[in-house]
C-alpha cells in the first residue's frame, strides 16, 4: 500500500487511505511502519479520506501506537470524520491516542513538545 508521507526533522505525517478493512489492514500496518517506526520521528496520520475503519483497522493505530511509544516517540491522529470519531469515543481510543481536529493543531502540538525537549544551549 502506498501511502503520501512527509517528512521533516521533527514529524512524520501519513495520509490514512480511505478505508482500513480486515484486506487492507496488515498493508497498513506495514506502511505505517515503514513510514514511522524505522526512525525516531514523532508521526501524524492524517485521516482526512479514512470513511471506513473496522475493528482490525484499530489494531493496527493500537499496534503503531505500542510500537512508537516503545521507542520514545508519539503517534498523533488529526481530522477524523464524525462516524470515525464515534468510533474512537466508543472504544477508548479517543483516551488513548492524542486526537486533533486538524493538522496544524497537531503539529503545533509536536514543535511545541520538541522545543521543550531539545537540550538548551
Not at 495520509?15 to 496488515?26: C, M, Q, S
Not at 482490525?56 to 488529526?78: D, E, H, W, Y
Amino acid at each position: 500500500m502506498l501511502l503520501k508521507v512527509r517528512k521533516n526533522s521533527e514529524y512524520t505525517i501519513v495520509n490514512a487511505p480511505e478505508r482500513v478493512d480486515t484486506l487492507l489492514a496488515a498493508d497498513f500496518e506495514l506502511a505505517l511502519l515503514d513510514a514511522g517506526t524505522l526512525e525516531d520521528y514523532n508521526m501524524v496520520i492524517d485521516c482526512s479520506k479514512l470513511v471506513y475503519l473496522s475493528s482490525s483497522g484499530l489494531r493496527v493505530f493500537l499496534l503503531v501506537q505500542k510500537k512508537m511509544l516503545a521507542k520514545g516517540v508519539k503517534l498523533s491522529i488529526c481530522h477524523l470524520n464524525p462516524a470515525i470519531q464515534e468510533l474512537f469515543n466508543i472504544s477508548g481510543f479517543s483516551m488513548i491516542f492524542a486526537v486533533y481536529t486538524d493538522l496544524e493543531a497537531a503539529i503545533a502540538e509536536i514543535t511545541e513538545q520538541h522545543r521543550n525537549t531539545s537540550p538548551r544551549e
